[in-house]
């Protein structure tokens, strides 16, 4: 990685003016911030803080403007420490002009008290209560006090992630119904709850749609997910690098490469791994394939949700043949396993090379009428425009990226704001819009695959030669990493502490969609009941990013 | 007589016959409008068949009415299909039967329809219940006053006599007819829920108005229900073509009248189902609130053909 000169004279240079002004702003306010060691995390800063003043560190940080990027906890519970010693680790990731910052405190295990950013931050609401499902944090003034990831499966004093849960699990036998949740009410004449889910009537992920209506009229959405729950975070202490690999490409199916590439990320980061510019630019390559492959998915699954079957069909014919081709290339339909650490897996020969472009430059011509088609369509106008409209303020107020910020005028885009190998100088034509309704996000997508398309054919043009993977390095015992991948949903952020023996210790893989789901709620209210499913689609969360 | 009433339960039999066929046939159009192969032609007859064999499930919460509906349905829309001239024209049944006691018939089955829907007691049931019933509150009025802008140029509310009527005149353009044959080519898709009303082949519970009122059903309850809405897309398309074009229709029982009958009929619903299904392929599905709207159009139009009657055709 060539992150460490940036690194060095980092206070020095201009973007981070900011931070400084943060610190201060900090110091203002009497919160003791100490600079951490500029190396882990890199290129992210890093902040300690006590305790006292984390929620404060939010508060400022949410005056300055700052996007909350999600936080986590880590327990520092080993079995050599004594009682007293054991402590849990917050870390919250805030981002700036494509410049991160991660805060981090530190509450001793015996009284796990930490103050809560989601009344300032309200996106990151799931993930405090993820957090205290999982490590047994307390947060104070939380405004949302309901479990979240727990459903039945464990009991309220257990908690998977410490230390003392075994890692095999401690099965129950069969997980009663998690039938008790307390939903939010609305109460008053002619107000009716609709419950959607968790089975569904399509082959789509299971999660709970609670809708209050008026007649046709959305009042309020709440979702209750988490039944997809497979313990990823659990699954991965003790895994090696390349098991830890494996494991982050089935953290959401069809995220496979771009997870997988930022668990190897924050790996490589960790060891000060230098990965081939060849093997860069293969899994450049792969994850943009993958980002056109969902997207036609989705233009398409949009169409079909009002009933237009003919843009359904035919995105799914060429996504199909994109999906064969890169089962030809990679091995895999969604090239799963791919991406490994240190590298990739799969090389390309130059002919492959020469065919991919053909592929391009076909499927280019190809798209060209379908989009025009779904772009100006009078009878899909009417469905898709001013369809759950999603504001500006409420994507920044939730830390919304990919295409749902896009749609909604937020341009942040990892690729383009903080680049990392093999991106530079991506074009991002048309893919910024304003209006943050269904169609918004319908053609950003479109966007988004010609620009990748476009990539494509660059990078293909001056592929590197050389080898496509090294050697990861042993990593120290505490080494963390941070790995930030723009993903086909948005930006994805992946923790990894290594333990000791170059095992893992902790992962922690923030999806986009745990605040894209937020975002669904919102985007909902003044629509009627039968457009819900075409608003899911535009926006399409991630069950199992999310549910981990 | 009896020759009369044996041809008018062979009708009957064969409008029970032909409804899968005509759904599979749209399919198929559909599918190849689409670019793909499509399921056979067939495919209806091999679901109902295994829908009547499947075991049948019924919710605890279900009462009987949940039970019987689906006879209902299926036997007041049967005979509501008896009732329209098919293959030939002076039936008994079309005599007994006149345009209204049709239409009646085919409100009776919605109202257990609805009904079913709402029994179980689950939330889309009721949903699909009421979304239906508003669709059929305005379409219903449109259906009459179209059907009445027949009548009155007959002056009868038989259909055969309006055919009769028809045929006797030869072909004349009436603007009366003009309105209301789009009058009910409107009212048609709103009540078969068709595109851009509804959606036949959605799998979303939250977007389904006729699907959702059937959610529940399984096995030869579900067969039934299914083969009910077949029929009444056959129904509407019967209505369609032989009341605005009734040429091709056997006036006697001959078998070479019945023959030609049959094959003209076959002949017009095909080009029919060929433009609903070029319709269903280049229109989205409006939004549920827009229906209104449409059907007030369609109740518009049917208004329409009634004063342009009035004004233009009678003393004429």
């Not at chain 1, 908690?159 to 939010?184: C, H, I, K, Q, S």
């Not at chain 1, 430059?361 to 009428?369: D, G, M, T, Y």
């Not at chain 1, 993977?469 to 930006?491: D, T």
Request: proline content about 5%; glycine content about 8%.
């Amino acid at each position: 990685m060539t992150h460490s000169d940036q690194i060095s004279d980092s206070d020095q240079m201009p973007r981070s003016a900011w931070l400084c002004e943060y610190l201060a702003r900090l110091e203002d306010e009497q919160v003791m911030a100490q600079h951490g060691d500029a190396r882990i995390l890199a290129p992210a800063h890093r902040l300690e803080l006590d305790p006292e003043g984390w929620a404060t560190a939010a508060k400022v940080a949410a005056a300055m403007g700052l996007r909350h990027a999600g936080l986590w906890a880590d327990c520092l519970d080993d079995s050599a420490l004594a009682a007293e010693d054991r402590a849990i680790r917050m870390q919250a990731c805030l981002e700036h002009a494509g410049d991160y910052l991660v805060l981090e405190t530190q509450v001793p295990m015996l009284r796990p008290v930490l103050a809560s950013q989601a009344s300032i931050y309200p996106g990151v609401d799931r993930l405090e209560r993820h957090a205290h499902d999982l490590t047994g944090l307390e947060l104070t003034s939380q405004p949302d006090g309901r479990r979240w990831t727990r459903h039945q499966a464990w009991p309220e004093d257990r908690f998977p992630l410490r230390g003392d849960f075994p890692l095999a699990g401690e099965p129950v036998g069969r997980a009663p119904a998690d039938a008790d949740y307390p939903f939010g009410r609305v109460q008053g004449t002619g107000v009716y709850e609709i419950p959607v889910g968790p089975v569904h009537a399509g082959i789509i992920e299971p999660g709970h749609f609670r809708f209050h209506a008026m007649g046709e009229d959305v009042l309020q959405l709440e979702e209750r997910l988490g039944y997809v729950h497979k313990g990823i975070e659990k699954l991965a202490v003790g895994r090696d690098p390349a098991g830890l690999a494996r494991l982050a490409g089935r953290v959401s199916g069809d995220s496979t490469v771009a997870h997988a590439w930022a668990a190897c990320q924050a790996m490589e980061r960790a060891t000060d791994c230098i990965v081939p510019a060849r093997a860069q630019a293969l899994r450049g390559l792969m994850a943009e394939r993958e980002r056109v492959a969902n997207h036609l998915g989705d233009i398409g699954a949009v169409c079909n949700d009002v009933g237009f079957a003919f843009a359904h069909l035919q995105c799914g014919r060429l996504r199909e043949r994109w999906q064969r081709r890169s089962q030809a290339l990679f091995g895999h339909r969604l090239m799963m396993d791919a991406v490994i650490p240190g590298g990739v897996a799969v090389d390309l020969c130059d002919k492959v090379v020469e065919e991919l472009r053909e592929d391009h430059a076909q499927l280019k011509s190809e798209i060209v009428p379908i989009f025009d088609v779904v772009a100006d369509h009078p009878s899909l106008d009417d469905r898709l425009m001013t369809t759950g409209v999603l504001s500006e303020a409420d994507a920044r107020q939730l830390g919304c990226t990919g295409y749902v910020g896009k749609a909604s005028g937020l341009a942040f885009d990892v690729r383009r704001d903080s680049p990392y190998a093999p991106y530079d100088g991506l074009a991002m034509d048309g893919a910024i819009l304003a209006e943050g309704d269904v169609a918004a996000r319908v053609r950003v997508r479109m966007a988004e695959i010609g620009n990748a398309l476009r990539w494509m054919d660059r990078l293909l043009k001056s592929l590197p030669d050389g080898p496509i993977c090294a050697q990861l390095p042993e990593a120290e015992a505490g080494a963390m990493g941070l790995g930030i991948i723009e993903g086909w949903r948005g930006e994805i952020l992946s923790f990894i502490r290594f333990g000791p023996d170059g095992r893992i210790a902790r992962y922690f893989p923030r999806d986009p969609s745990w605040f894209t789901w937020p975002a669904l709620e919102r985007l909902i209210h003044g629509n009627i009941v039968p457009d819900f499913p075409v608003c899911n689609k535009s926006v399409n969360g991630s069950y199992s990013g999310q549910d981990l | 007589m009896l020759s009369a009433w044996l041809i008018a339960l062979l009708q009957a039999l064969l409008c029970a016959a032909l409804a899968p066929l005509l759904v599979g046939w749209v399919r198929k159009v559909k599918a190849r409008l689409q670019n793909r192969r499509g399921a056979p032609v067939l495919q209806p007859y091999s679901d109902l068949r295994k829908l009547l064999y499947k075991e049948t499930r019924v919710a605890h919460t279900a009462s009987p009415l949940f039970r019987i509906a689906p006879y209902i349905v299926f036997v007041a829309t049967w005979l509501a299909a008896a009732t329209v001239p098919l293959i030939a024209l002076d039936l008994p049944t079309a005599q007994i039967a006149d345009i209204i006691v049709l239409v009646g018939l085919l409100a009776l089955a919605r109202f257990f329809l609805a009904l079913a829907g709402m029994d179980v007691g689950t939330a889309f049931g009721g949903m699909g219940a009421s979304r239906e019933m508003m669709v059929s509150a305005l379409a219903e009025p449109a259906l009459l006053l179209a059907v009445f802008t027949l009548a009155m140029t007959a002056h009868s509310t038989s259909l055969a006599s309006v055919m009769q009527h028809h045929l006797t005149d030869g072909f004349l353009l009436r603007p009366s007819y003009l309105f209301a044959f789009g009058a009910l080519i409107l009212v048609a898709l709103a009540e078969c829920g068709r595109i851009p009303v509804d959606n036949p082949a959605t799998h979303l519970e939250l977007t389904m108005i006729h699907e959702a009122m059937i959610l529940e059903y399984t096995g030869r309850h579900l067969a039934l229900m299914e083969w009910a809405s077949q029929l009444k897309l056959l129904l509407y398309g019967v209505l369609v073509v032989n009341a605005f074009f009734p040429w091709g229709v056997a006036q006697d029982f001959g078998p070479l009248a019945l023959g030609l009958g049959l094959v003209s009929v076959a002949l017009k619903l095909g080009v029919l189902a060929v433009v609903l299904a070029v319709g269903e392929t280049v229109l989205a599905k409006m939004r549920l609130f827009r229906v209104p709207a449409f059907l007030n159009l369609a109740l518009l139009l049917g208004l329409l053909g009634l004063l342009s009657h009035v004004i233009l055709e009678v003393g004429t």
